[in-house]
């Protein structure tokens, strides 16, 4: 689920940013780093939202953090809660947090699902703790679900898809075709059903990956999903995709899909000299 939780606050309206790119390697001297050394590159990044928000050097870090010092995940908690942190500084707080989450730091985000809790924060935290399978978190997920922040429910609902939850997965397709979900809330769920997409995503999924006001790199992993799905709307969704005015590589990943598709469903060709064999009669308890 790496960059989740950026896509789903974004998608909130609570902030700005693509995907991170790959995580950076190591530097020449991260090895035998002093923890606080790489706390204060993490920071300086932190600090450059404009300049830094899709840079790997930041999970990098943090995952270094994770293992020489946990408990200096602590002061990335502080940071993130912090009202003077610009709000795509704590974008990138909670991408840090996401990839090095800590069972340890669990119950001090369950605080801040609560009610009065900065919103992107709240939606934010929500979604970062469907990384954590503990039945605690599966029931706030739960009750975070029917809470009075839209950006709050979508995040939990994405949250226990994400966790296995058939219940959540049908919500979020009826809140996707309601007239009026709006488009980055419609975007998000798409996503999200298109990470593990199950059986009767089809319909949902067809209807996103026609829907020119997503994001095209979303819709690529729109029409992997209905790949995947393989039933009649998933292959009759890729074909208009095909024949539509997408860009060009969306269309190209449709036709490659499609060609998959149907070279699954050519019956192979039979060995030399099978097409003149004798078919016999199965034979069942003995009788022809």
């Not at 200096?72 to 990839?99: F, R, Y």
């Not at 939606?123 to 954590?132: E, F, H, I, R």
């Not at 990943?253 to 099978?274: F, H, K, W, Y």
């Amino acid at each position: 689920m790496a960059c989740a939780v950026v896509a789903i606050v974004a998608a909130c309206g609570c902030g700005s940013g693509g995907l991170p790119g790959p995580a950076a390697p190591e530097g020449p001297g991260d090895a035998g780093a002093n923890p606080q050394a790489l706390l204060d590159e993490w920071k300086g990044l932190i600090g450059d939202p404009e300049a830094n928000l899709n840079n790997p050097r930041l999970v990098a870090l943090a995952s270094m953090l994770a293992v020489q010092s946990p408990g200096l995940l602590n002061v990335m908690v502080d940071m993130l809660v912090d009202p003077a942190t610009k709000p795509q500084s704590k974008l990138m707080i909670l991408s840090s947090l996401e990839a090095v989450l800590d069972p340890a730091l669990v119950p001090r985000l369950l605080q801040l699902t609560e009610p009065g809790v900065d919103p992107v924060v709240r939606s934010g935290v929500t979604m970062l703790l469907a990384n954590a399978r503990t039945p605690e978190v599966a029931g706030r997920l739960t009750e975070l679900s029917q809470d009075e922040d839209s950006r709050v429910r979508l995040a939990a609902l994405n949250g226990m898809v994400l966790q296995g939850n058939a219940e959540a997965r049908d919500s979020l397709r009826a809140w996707f075709l309601e007239a009026d979900t709006p488009q980055p809330f419609r975007e998000r769920i798409a996503l999200t059903l298109s990470m593990q997409p199950a059986h009767g995503d089809s319909p949902v999924l067809a209807k996103a990956l026609g829907d020119t006001a997503i994001d095209p790199g979303t819709r690529m992993i729109i029409a992997g999903a209905l790949s995947t799905l393989a039933d009649p709307e998933a292959v009759q969704a890729l074909k208009d995709c095909t024949q539509s005015d997408a860009p060009e590589d969306l269309k190209a990943l449709a036709r490659d899909a499609l060609a998959v598709l149907e070279s699954q469903q050519t019956p192979q060709a039979d060995p030399s000299g099978a097409a003149n064999a004798i078919q016999l009669p199965v034979t069942v308890n003995g009788n022809g």
